[in-house]
């Protein structure tokens, strides 16, 4: 896995306090020119080409878009996990995806499609079903785990009272067999 190379521009160097200045100048797109933020930082010593102010204006700027479409992203995930409680949040990060898929494929112009390769958009469509077939398939899996944890438990516990409490065991029975005859059509 290639790693991303640790930015080692002089502004990136600097003092938090004065590296932060920078930031703030730099996202104040319509107050700071290249120029002005270069004059402040030769004000405070350091001297620095409009060129690596750009640079580092450049990655700053991806930085929090990043930032920005991550937080989107998880408002989006906390929205669609607030309309339905009950689902997981792998569920929930499934169903925002496949909007976001749904979307993107909506909003391609017709013409933006013959540059599509097919084989990569089936293999992605392939991937994705994958996914959600192996989770269902999971789920079920779990879910029958717990039904015979819950039976052998129940089985335990019935074993259990019928030796120290015959009367109670017995009461019980009586009781769960009445209900079974009257739920039964």
């Known amino acids: 896995m290639r790693r991303k190379n640790r930015s080692r521009s002089k502004i990136s160097q600097l003092p938090p306090e004065l590296r932060s200045t920078v930031d703030a100048m730099v ?76 979307q993107a494929v909506l909003s391609k112009p017709e013409e933006a ?29 779990n879910k029958e785990d717990a039904a015979v944890a819950a039976d052998e438990l129940k089985a335990e516990f019935f074993s259990a009272l019928g030796a120290e409490h015959p009367e109670l065991y017995q009461q019980l029975v009586a009781v769960l067999d009445r209900h079974q005859q009257e739920a039964a059509p």
């Open 27 to 102: 996202l104040a797109v319509a107050e700071y020119r290249y120029e002005d933020i270069r004059e402040y930082l030769a004000g405070q010593g350091v001297d620095i080409s409009k060129t690596a102010i750009g640079n580092y204006a450049r990655k700053l700027v991806e930085e929090m878009e990043a930032i920005h479409f991550a937080q989107e992203n998880f408002k989006a995930l906390t929205a669609e996990a607030q309309k339905v409680p009950e689902l997981e949040y792998t569920e929930v990060i499934n169903r925002v995806t496949a909007q976001r898929m749904l």
């Open 113 to 141: 499609w013959n540059d599509v390769a097919l084989d990569k958009l089936l293999r992605e469509i392939n991937g994705m079903t994958k996914a959600v077939a192996y989770k269902q398939r999971i789920d079920l899996q």
